[in-house]
């Protein structure tokens, strides 16, 4: 089954851009949708964050949201999808910190400039395989310069801790470990995170997507209540889990 892939973007141009650098980015076959402002973009969704439709069995696994729209802000619909299991994508022209860090918080797994080069936007949007947030780096060198005070430059410049599930909450947080909660795939892809494989090399030893396996270790920090692979591995060790 092809991986779903929605665009959002108002001007023709770059939607066309996006989606090559969409096509170049990955190896799996893809199934492109486009959508020009918020209301085509939640018809093809389907879903409605409060009360709404249930996720359709094959929901899209990538979303490209651009924030101007004809119709309205796209942190609109970003806050709208929490909860739906896709990777959500900002690609703006827009670095300021009035845009960027309330876009983060609004719930978006990474942050790229439409302004960057082709192969630039292709290597950050496959850094999702590598379970790393996409992010510009124009953007990234402004969260090591925000955050510098409370991270170490490792953590930034990998992706960081805070940023690769932006919704997972922070280490100093965390609740004791329940692995119960985990299913038998999470911990199976826990097992491998823990020894260090990488998303793709994961999906390929699963015998599933990487878009799978993203979805699972999202779910892992989620219950595990950590932000990043070497909290989860951790914790999982001291639990003897892995």
């Excluded at 990538?62 to 802000?73: F, K, M, S, T, V």
Aim: net charge negative; proline share 6%; aromatic share 6%.
């Amino acid at each position: 089954m092809p991986v779903k892939v929605l665009i959002v973007e108002d001007n023709p141009v770059a939607r066309s851009f996006l989606a090559r650098v969409v096509r170049e980015s990955f190896s799996d076959e893809l199934k492109i949708s486009e959508a020009a402002d918020l209301r085509e973009a939640r018809q093809a969704i389907g879903w409605t964050a409060h009360g709404g439709s249930a996720v359709p069995d094959d929901p899209y696994k990538l979303i490209l949201l651009d924030l101007e729209l004809p119709d309205g802000n796209g942190m609109e619909l970003l806050t709208e999808l929490i909860g739906y299991p896709a990777t959500r994508i900002v690609t703006t022209l827009y670095s300021d910190d009035e845009h960027l860090f309330p876009t983060l918080q609004c719930g978006a797994d990474g942050y790229l400039l439409k302004e960057d080069r082709f192969e630039v936007l292709v290597e950050e949007l496959q850094k999702i395989v590598r379970g790393q947030p996409p992010l510009s780096p124009a953007i990234a060198r402004r969260l090591l310069s925000h955050f510098r005070s409370d991270a170490s430059p490792d953590d930034v410049a990998s992706g960081g801790s805070a940023f690769v599930s932006s919704r997972a909450p922070s280490a100093g947080r965390s609740a004791p470990l329940d692995h119960e909660r985990l299913t038998p795939r999470e911990s199976e892809v826990l097992t491998y995170l823990s020894k260090g494989f990488t998303i793709k090399e994961i999906a390929n030893l699963m015998g599933i997507k990487w878009f799978t396996v993203n979805d699972h270790i999202k779910s892992i920090y989620k219950k595990l209540n950590v932000s990043s692979r070497a909290e989860a591995a951790v914790l999982a060790s001291k639990q003897g889990l892995v």
